[in-house]
């Protein structure tokens, strides 16, 4: 609004100079004009009396001579000259009555008379009619049934017009509404181009957490949420730790000889700059002799024992099968003074430098200065540095493989590794300063939206995608947003083509922080855990969605059977589906991902699925949309449309299915494989042994058989009610209703029970002893299923077998006491 569209009117405390101070005030009156007739008004009766004198009284003096009809006016009664205003309104309002009386209702009557004799002479005959046919009551009421049927008839027949049938309370085969129907209708809202345009135009904005590029990136999802007409859309922001590079880090050899280039693409511009996220900065210059040490595993430590490490800089090479924060803890014990991450070669690019969390995400993820607790606002209780188990306690920044290169060539000597030479300790002096700008408390944005459900909206599935990125990031985050969106429009088109909403509640949720030590996610977790575990009960993840041609799924064992059908139901050449093309199936939630917080902290089913194959430089500003498109990975924007209509069958399924699709009977058959990956893993540690300690597995297997026999019972009832639902038409009784909401509130109270509550826990951020990830497992193994019993697991990877003989037997009672509970209405 403009400065001048608006004055304020002075009052009668106004002072003369205000007034004059403003043009446009100047000409209007210090105070209202003054009115003088009050003829019903009892406050100014004696002023109306001495006026009515005076003139009286004047008349009279100037008419002595000619007499003035004032003289001989009677003057009325005080009572009626009050109330002759009054008198004069009935009078008015008596002759409108009249006139409106005359002139509307009479004509009226008279042409409503002929209508109701009319109406007389029918309803005769109508009575006569009934008379004849019998019992007047009896035939009076069949009328009425056989006039509401074709009225029914009517609408049905001619209010489809395209819709999807369904309703609270009714069904049509079992179901709400025609889930295929509007499965089927997915494809018509599915827009590739715009999912392209999107794909440059994010590619196009550096949005490193909590930067003005990632600000922008929200309000901007914000506002295609609210203009898709998602409800409850809000920009939530949490506070963190975050940390930035700056031009003042340098690494370099003492004698001049060699000088990091700490930057990518020839630009110093900060998303460029070398540096790990969460990484611990100098304050004074660091200088030691160097040693390569591989991938910086505890084998690659092994194989140069005879190298005294303490306070030497270790060189490692990103990837291999340990998180990069592990690698930093390793180095630590080992009494490293700093690590240098070497950044692999891509293609024929030396010179990428990639800038990977630090952060350890397997103690807890999130806030490393909150680790296990929420840090939503400013007043939340952090931890100093030193006393964070989630911090690492030494410095480390990437390099690029050229400059890798470079340090390694002037080791001689040591244990060699396939690639590399360790070197004996005695390296040249190099020196290294990282002047990370940190920032203890930083405000980050998660975006939330929801799509309310009708029936059991208390219960949801959440939709998540990375957004933040270390540069452009438009493999790793933005082929992930460009779907989420595309998603939200395909879901919401559905609604207001069809009047669909959900029997129960969609969440969409784009986190931020995500290269945080998977930020924006746990701690959106951790401010709302106890609602989550009481209602959220799938949570798909989207991120770096396109990266390559092989179609690959991650699913919980509980929702595989529904993900299958999916797949079967999706064209990608010609006839053939989704499922044609051979997707890799498994349950390996064992990567730095944002499923870690919804696995680890509340038990939610979780499933990803994405295409991927092509190596590619993450967390790199060589990850960008020209790469994308001379990498030749999706141009058409196919696999993304492909997967859009996936998930949104899948997300129809898992809201709109009147019994949530969960297979009790999958999830036991696959724990049972498990237990025997267990035990296989158990026997491994112990032949090496030269006490055999021996472990029990009976009571395990005995719940698993338990939990078997549950599911079966579960199906059984489950088809009895389809079965009674398809014949009685579609209705369902109030009991059948309520029992069919007691089974999908066991489900969910099913996955809450293997959550422990022991606040003890050496690792704050897993509580779940069901499925997780021990401490020191490796990415993405097949030697062994990780992903399950990780407590016990870790018991016997520490060789505490009396610990993990505890474990096996609480987690046999838990299973068992789940699985009778469940099947308990």
């Not at 309370?169 to 494809?187: C, H, M, P, Q, W």
């Not at 902290?601 to 993450?618: A, C, D, Q, T, W």
């Not at 097949?782 to 019993?789: C, D, H, L, P, R």
């Given at each position: 609004?403009?400065?001048?569209d608006?004055?304020?009117?002075?009052?009668?405390?106004?002072?003369?100079?205000?007034?004059h101070?403003?043009?446009?005030?100047?000409?209007?009156?210090?105070?209202?004009?003054?009115?003088?007739?009050?003829?019903?008004?009892?406050?100014n009766?004696?002023?109306?009396?001495?006026?009515?004198?005076?003139?009286?009284?004047?008349?009279?003096?100037?008419?002595?001579?000619?007499?003035?009809?004032?003289?001989?006016?009677?003057?009325?009664?005080?009572?009626?000259?009050?109330?002759?205003?009054?008198?004069?309104?009935?009078?008015?309002?008596?002759?409108?009555?009249?006139?409106?009386?005359?002139?509307?209702?009479?004509?009226?009557?008279?042409?409503?008379?002929?209508?109701?004799?009319?109406?007389?002479?029918?309803?005769?005959?109508?009575?006569?009619?009934?008379?004849?046919?019998?019992?007047?009551?009896?035939?009076?009421?069949?009328?009425?049934?056989?006039?509401?049927?074709?009225?029914?008839?009517?609408?049905?027949?001619?209010?489809?017009?395209?819709?999807?049938?369904?309703?609270?309370?009714?069904?049509?085969?079992?179901?709400?509404?025609?889930?295929?129907?509007?499965?089927?209708?997915?494809?018509?809202?599915?827009?590739?181009?715009?999912?392209?345009?999107?794909?440059?135009?994010f590619?196009?904005?550096?949005?490193?957490?909590?930067?003005?590029?990632?600000?922008?990136?929200?309000?901007?999802?914000?506002?295609?949420?609210?203009s898709?007409?998602?409800?409850?859309?809000?920009?939530?922001?949490?506070?963190?730790?975050?940390?930035?590079?700056?031009?003042?880090?340098?690494?370099?050899l003492?004698?001049?000889s060699?000088?990091?280039?700490?930057?990518?693409?020839?630009?110093?511009?900060?998303?460029?700059?070398?540096?790990?996220?969460?990484?611990?900065?100098?304050?004074?210059?660091?200088?030691?002799?160097?040693?390569?040490?591989?991938?910086?595993?505890?084998?690659?430590?092994?194989?140069?024992?005879?190298?005294?490490?303490?306070?030497?800089?270790?060189?490692?090479?990103?990837?291999?099968?340990?998180?990069?924060?592990?690698?930093?803890?390793?180095?630590?014990?080992?009494?490293?003074?700093?690590?240098?991450?070497?950044?692999?070669?891509?293609?024929?690019?030396?010179d990428?430098?990639?800038?990977?969390?630090?952060?350890?995400?397997?103690?807890?993820?999130?806030?490393?200065?909150?680790?296990?607790?929420?840090?939503?606002?400013?007043?939340?209780?952090?931890?100093?540095?030193?006393?964070?188990?989630?911090?690492?306690?030494?410095?480390?920044?990437?390099?690029?493989?050229?400059?890798?290169?470079?340090?390694?060539?002037?080791?001689?000597?040591?244990?060699?590794?396939?690639?590399?030479?360790?070197?004996?300790?005695?390296?040249?002096?190099?020196?290294?300063?990282?002047?990370?700008?940190?920032?203890?408390?930083?405000?980050?944005?998660?975006?939330?939206?929801?799509?309310?459900?009708?029936?059991?909206?208390?219960?949801?599935?959440?939709?998540?995608?990375?957004?933040?990125?270390?540069?452009?990031?438009?493999?790793?985050?933005?082929?992930?947003?460009v779907?989420?969106?595309?998603?939200?429009?395909?879901?919401?088109?559905?609604?207001?083509k069809?009047?669909?909403?959900?029997?129960?509640?969609?969440?969409?949720?784009?986190?931020?922080?995500?290269?945080?030590?998977?930020?924006?996610?746990?701690?959106?977790?951790?401010?709302?855990?106890?609602?989550?575990?009481?209602?959220?009960?799938l949570?798909?993840?989207?991120?770096?969605?396109?990266?390559?041609?092989?179609?690959?799924?991650?699913?919980h064992?509980?929702?595989?059977?529904?993900?299958?059908n999916?797949?079967?139901?999706?064209?990608?050449?010609?006839?053939?589906?989704?499922?044609?093309?051979?997707?890799?199936?498994?349950?390996?939630?064992?990567?730095?991902?944002?499923?870690?917080?919804?696995?680890?902290?509340?038990?939610?089913?979780?499933?990803?699925?994405?295409?991927?194959?092509?190596?590619?430089?993450?967390?790199?500003?060589?990850?960008?949309?020209?790469?994308?498109?001379?990498?030749?990975?999706?141009?058409?924007?196919?696999?993304?449309?492909?997967?859009?209509?996936?998930?949104?069958?899948?997300?129809?399924?898992?809201v709109?299915?009147?019994?949530?699709?969960?297979?009790?009977?999958?999830?036991?058959?696959?724990?049972?494989?498990?237990?025997?990956?267990?035990?296989?893993?158990?026997?491994?540690i112990?032949?090496?042994?030269k006490?055999?300690?021996?472990?029990?597995?009976?009571?395990?297997?005995?719940?698993?058989?338990?939990?078997?026999?549950?599911?079966?019972?579960?199906?059984?009832?489950?088809?009895?009610?389809?079965?009674?639902?398809?014949?009685?038409g579609?209705?369902?009784?109030?009991?059948?209703?309520?029992?069919?909401?007691?089974?999908?509130?066991?489900?969910i109270?099913?996955?809450?029970?293997?959550?422990?509550?022991?606040?003890?826990?050496?690792?704050?951020?897993?509580?779940?002893?069901?499925?997780?990830?021990?401490?020191?497992?490796?990415?993405?193994?097949?030697?062994?299923?990780?992903?399950s019993?990780?407590?016990?697991?870790?018991?016997?990877?520490?060789?505490?077998?009396?610990?993990?003989?505890?474990?096996?037997?609480?987690?046999?009672?838990?299973?068992?006491?789940?699985?009778?509970?469940?099947?308990?209405?």
């Amino acid at each position: 609004m403009r400065s001048n569209d608006y004055h304020r009117l002075p009052t009668e405390s106004s002072s003369t100079s205000n007034l004059h101070n403003n043009n446009n005030e100047s000409d209007l009156p210090s105070n209202p004009p003054q009115y003088y007739e009050f003829e019903n008004e009892e406050d100014n009766d004696n002023n109306q009396r001495n006026d009515n004198h005076q003139l009286h009284h004047h008349t009279i003096h100037e008419s002595t001579s000619t007499p003035s009809i004032e003289q001989f006016e009677i003057e009325e009664p005080e009572f009626e000259r009050r109330h002759g205003f009054i008198n004069r309104a009935q009078a008015i309002s008596h002759k409108f009555a009249n006139n409106f009386n005359n002139r509307v209702i009479h004509p009226v009557t008279r042409m409503i008379d002929p209508i109701y004799e009319g109406y007389k002479y029918v309803q005769m005959q109508y009575e006569r009619s009934i008379l004849k046919l019998g019992n007047p009551l009896v035939v009076k009421r069949l009328l009425y049934v056989l006039t509401m049927m074709v009225l029914v008839f009517a609408i049905s027949k001619y209010s489809e017009n395209g819709s999807i049938k369904g309703g609270s309370g009714t069904f049509a085969k079992g179901r709400f509404y025609e889930i295929d129907r509007l499965s089927d209708s997915v494809n018509q809202f599915i827009n590739p181009k715009n999912m392209k345009e999107n794909l440059e135009y994010f590619s196009s904005i550096p949005h490193l957490t909590g930067t003005k590029g990632d600000l922008l990136f929200a309000k901007y999802i914000e506002k295609h949420m609210k203009s898709n007409g998602l409800h409850n859309v809000e920009l939530d922001e949490f506070q963190s730790f975050t940390n930035y590079p700056t031009t003042q880090s340098y690494l370099k050899l003492k004698d001049g000889s060699f000088h990091a280039k700490l930057y990518e693409k020839n630009n110093k511009d900060m998303q460029n700059l070398a540096f790990n996220p969460n990484s611990l900065s100098t304050i004074e210059e660091i200088e030691g002799n160097y040693v390569y040490v591989n991938y910086g595993k505890e084998e690659d430590y092994a194989k140069i024992n005879n190298v005294n490490l303490e306070n030497k800089i270790v060189l490692i090479k990103y990837g291999g099968d340990i998180p990069e924060s592990n690698k930093v803890l390793i180095a630590q014990n080992h009494k490293a003074k700093a690590v240098v991450f070497i950044t692999p070669k891509f293609d024929d690019q030396d010179d990428v430098i990639q800038k990977i969390n630090v952060g350890l995400t397997r103690f807890s993820p999130g806030d490393i200065l909150t680790p296990g607790w929420s840090s939503d606002n400013g007043f939340a209780t952090r931890l100093s540095w030193e006393k964070s188990k989630s911090t690492p306690k030494i410095p480390s920044i990437p390099i690029s493989w050229k400059d890798g290169q470079e340090l390694i060539k002037k080791l001689n000597n040591g244990y060699q590794f396939s690639d590399f030479t360790s070197g004996n300790g005695d390296s040249p002096i190099l020196q290294f300063k990282i002047s990370n700008v940190n920032k203890p408390v930083h405000p980050l944005w998660n975006v939330v939206g929801s799509i309310e459900g009708r029936e059991q909206s208390e219960k949801g599935i959440i939709i998540g995608s990375a957004r933040d990125s270390t540069c452009d990031g438009t493999m790793s985050s933005n082929t992930g947003t460009v779907a989420f969106l595309e998603l939200i429009k395909v879901l919401t088109s559905l609604q207001r083509k069809f009047q669909w909403i959900p029997s129960r509640s969609i969440f969409f949720v784009s986190f931020d922080a995500t290269e945080y030590n998977l930020g924006g996610s746990t701690e959106w977790i951790e401010n709302r855990k106890e609602t989550l575990r009481r209602e959220g009960y799938l949570y798909i993840d989207m991120s770096d969605l396109v990266t390559g041609d092989e179609l690959f799924v991650n699913s919980h064992p509980i929702l595989k059977e529904t993900v299958k059908n999916s797949l079967a139901k999706v064209k990608v050449d010609g006839d053939k589906t989704m499922n044609d093309i051979s997707p890799k199936i498994v349950d390996e939630f064992s990567d730095y991902a944002n499923y870690i917080p919804f696995i680890n902290l509340v038990n939610i089913p979780s499933l990803e699925i994405k295409f991927r194959g092509k190596n590619y430089p993450k967390n790199s500003c060589y990850d960008s949309f020209e790469r994308f498109e001379k990498s030749n990975i999706d141009k058409l924007m196919l696999k993304h449309s492909q997967l859009v209509e996936l998930l949104s069958r899948i997300i129809i399924d898992f809201v709109e299915t009147p019994l949530i699709p969960y297979n009790f009977v999958e999830l036991a058959n696959q724990l049972k494989i498990y237990e025997n990956d267990l035990e296989k893993y158990a026997n491994s540690i112990i032949e090496n042994l030269k006490v055999k300690p021996i472990l029990h597995y009976d009571g395990l297997k005995r719940s698993l058989n338990t939990l078997k026999d549950v599911g079966e019972k579960y199906n059984e009832w489950a088809r009895e009610w389809r079965n009674f639902i398809t014949q009685s038409g579609g209705l369902e009784p109030p009991m059948y209703s309520a029992m069919r909401g007691m089974w999908n509130n066991n489900m969910i109270e099913f996955n809450n029970r293997f959550i422990s509550r022991n606040l003890q826990f050496k690792r704050s951020g897993y509580k779940n002893f069901l499925f997780g990830i021990p401490f020191s497992a490796p990415l993405n193994s097949n030697e062994y299923n990780w992903g399950s019993f990780p407590f016990v697991r870790e018991y016997i990877q520490q060789h505490d077998f009396s610990s993990a003989q505890n474990e096996i037997d609480l987690l046999a009672s838990t299973i068992e006491d789940a699985s009778m509970k469940f099947i308990t209405l």
